[in-house]
């Protein structure tokens, strides 16, 4: 099976996706694919999840620089066996103004030529035969990180948190997903809405749960991810010698199975 990118997205915040995207790199890996998970989120959550250190500690050594410079083995960092990172830090956020005025955060001059949500597309070319899977967080808004995240990639996570504005929030992202497989190269496809951070105790989130799979039957995953603690204590732990890491991961674990079948089929 040749390689595929899946990212996993919605311009929100608070909606489990650096939580989801580590969770499904480890699984990834866990069951012998080889991985390569890549931070598109200034924010750097992934970052520290996979890595376990601050992502400040990536500064000068990160997707930034990997997407300025065009040599990305340069800065892939092995973080386990079969899992690879592409860090990010907050000088992140000064992608765009690379973009359009040539200016690094360095100060440094390196004027960009080209088609702005295709970079990405463009740097993962020489490596995508090196991996299974490359999977991308990316930020809670419709950006440049955003849009080449989605161009480079053949298949969308869209990420529900049951909440009004998350809901409200989903056409929108739809729209971009589609802009991506109109204006990329890779047929961009949603390969499902994963409902997240449920709270079993609230009657709205119930509501807002049954709202977006019957608007969107085909594309939600039979799965729901309820808020429980040791998943939320993921980010203290890390996926070693956690002693919570099986309640942590058990309810991804089918999430993954509906997934790969989906991949696959």
Known sequence: MPCKVITFGIQKGGCGKSTTTGITAHLLREDGYRVLAIDMDSQGNLTELLSEQ?????MGNSILEALQTNRIQDYIVPVAE????????NFLATFPRWIYTGKTYTGENLPFKGNPSLILDQILEPIRDQYDFIVIDTPPSLSEQTTNALCASDYVVVMFEC?????????????SVEGA???????????GILRTLNDVRR????????????D????????????KAPTGRLSVYGFNENPEIKQALEQYTSFYKELIQRVKG
């Not at 601050?54 to 990536?58: G, H, I, L, V």
């Not at 079969?82 to 830090?89: E, G, H, I, K, S």
């Not at 497989?181 to 390969?191: A, E, L």
């Open 54 to 58: 601050p992502s400040n500690e990536f």
């Open 82 to 89: 079969n899992l690879d990172l592409l860090p990010a830090n």
């Open 163 to 175: 909440s009004n504005w998350c809901y409200s929030a989903i056409p929108n992202f739809m729209d």
């Open 181 to 191: 497989r109109s204006f990329g190269h890779r047929d961009t496809q949603v390969i």
């Open 203 to 214: 009657s709205d989130a119930k509501a807002f749960n049954e709202m977006i799979q019957e």
């Open 216 to 227: 969107y039957p085909e594309d939600v995953f039979e799965t729901i991810i309820t808020r």
